[in-house]
């Protein structure tokens, strides 16, 4: 099983915005990133769960429509920002295929830390909007980090 961790992408300010909508450069970013995961076919999630704000919920539709075979994405309690990251292990540990959580810091560094050392501390990955991280579950139902990406490394890849 494969577990894609992302990283809403860049949103505008509250005081622009009180909703914090995703900026254009963050429907470009996570466009771009599913673009080049759909080109490589490295993963390709069969769900796509996200949490309720307005952010994550975009950048689950932008990943989606522009990951050719990805499915319609899905709310997911317990995905905001400061929600239990041993809660969601815990759920984690009944599901099978690969799939992918869009969702916010520090949840998902939290998350990330708890599947693949048993703590939330210390960080095992420095999210940032746009972020991708990748963790594969082996058969003794171990975590491991296989790859991550961010915005910045896909600069001059798609739109």
Known sequence: MQLLLLQHGEAVTKELNPERPLSQRGHQD?????GFLAVSREAIPQR????????????????????????????????????SATE??????????????????????KLAGD???GREEPEIARFQPGT???????????WAVMWMIRPALLAGFGP
């Open 115 to 117: 599947l693949v050392s």
């Open 88 to 109: 969601l292990v815990n759920q984690i540990a009944n599901w099978s295929g690969d799939i992918m959580i869009v969702g916010h810091a520090p949840l998902l560094p």
């Open 132 to 142: 991708l991280l990748c963790l594969e579950r082996d058969d003794r139902k171990s």
């Open 48 to 83: 796509i769960l996200h949490s309720d704000k307005l952010r994550a919920r975009q950048s689950a539709h932008d990943f989606a429509a522009a990951c050719p075979g990805c499915p319609e994405p899905e709310p997911y309690g317990g995905l905001a920002p400061l929600d």
């Open 30 to 34: 996570i466009a771009r990133i599913a």
